[in-house]
């Protein structure tokens, strides 16, 4: 069979590393969830995915679509396997979850999408845990806690909406076909199922993170006016130098509420 090439626009680099695949097979929650894969790539990891849990796999690109098919044609009859040949990103936008029950999300991110995917995942009310291979720098800024340097409007949405978070350990360029240029880490999310995204307080947390080493006051300064800062200030007994990764997640919490209500009730 001849060498499939990684394609650039689809941020492809296939995992190829036995013993990474092994270990993110060992880190899958032991509970009855559905499994769902998004960029299978040539299906390693859906390989071993498949023997343990009945999973749909979304891949974007023709090429590889048509290998997975032959590949796994009979998990695909057997009705184990369900391949869909779309955009993620596209699917989620129309139907909202990418299954009707509860599941995990289990992959090897492509790296230009990975933010998006899991915040994505977070939104989705079927997908209880997240356990993906996205770059280390990202998987820091997802895990990272108050004070940390990483620590940015991911680390306050992973604590606002999880009840556990981290890092699993880190993987190598050399696992990957081609090798990227970058550590890539296994980040691991267990969403709080009673909680859901609020968009709203997303894009509020961006403002505030617009200059991560400014002071906090003056990124506010594009969503309120100064005297509803000092007004907000005041009223949660926050420090007028306060820079944006010295406040908790509870705190952003009650100031987008503060925000959104309005402060006068």
């Not at 790539?41 to 023997?51: C, E, M």
């Not at 590889?64 to 955009?87: M, Y």
């Not at 993987?171 to 090798?179: A, K, R, Y």
Request: charged share 30%.
């Amino acid at each position: 069979m001849e060498k499939v090439k990684a394609k650039k626009q689809y941020g492809q680099n296939f995992l190829k590393d036995t013993t990474i695949l092994d270990k993110i097979i060992q880190s899958m929650p032991n509970n009855n969830n559905y499994v769902v894969e998004i960029g299978p790539g040539l299906g390693d990891l859906t390989k071993n995915l498949v023997k343990y849990k009945d999973l749909t796999a979304y891949e974007v690109d023709t090429d590889l679509i048509s290998i997975l098919k032959s590949k796994f044609a009979i998990q695909i009859e057997e009705g184990k396997l369900k391949l869909i040949h779309t955009d993620v990103l596209v699917a989620w936008e129309k139907q909202e979850t990418l299954h009707d029950g509860k599941y995990d999300l289990i992959a090897n991110l492509p790296y230009y999408i990975a933010t998006n995917i899991v915040l994505r995942a977070f939104e989705d009310r079927n997908c209880e845990h997240i356990i993906v291979m996205v770059q280390k720098e990202v998987a820091e800024k997802f895990t990272a806690k108050v004070t940390d340097k990483d620590y940015s409007s991911l680390s306050i949405i992973t604590e606002s909406m999880s009840v556990d978070s981290r890092i699993l350990f880190d993987v190598p360029p050399e696992s990957f076909d081609p090798p990227p240029k970058i550590i890539s880490s296994i980040l691991y999310i267990k969403k709080d199922m009673n909680k859901s995204l609020d968009r709203n307080f997303n894009k509020f947390l961006k403002a505030c993170f617009v200059q991560p080493r400014k002071k906090l006051s003056k990124n506010l300064t594009s969503v309120l006016s100064k005297e509803n800062i000092s007004e907000l200030y005041k009223e949660l007994n926050i420090n007028d130098n306060v820079r944006p990764h010295e406040v908790s997640s509870s705190l952003y919490s009650q100031m987008h509420t503060r925000v959104i209500h309005g402060r006068n009730k």
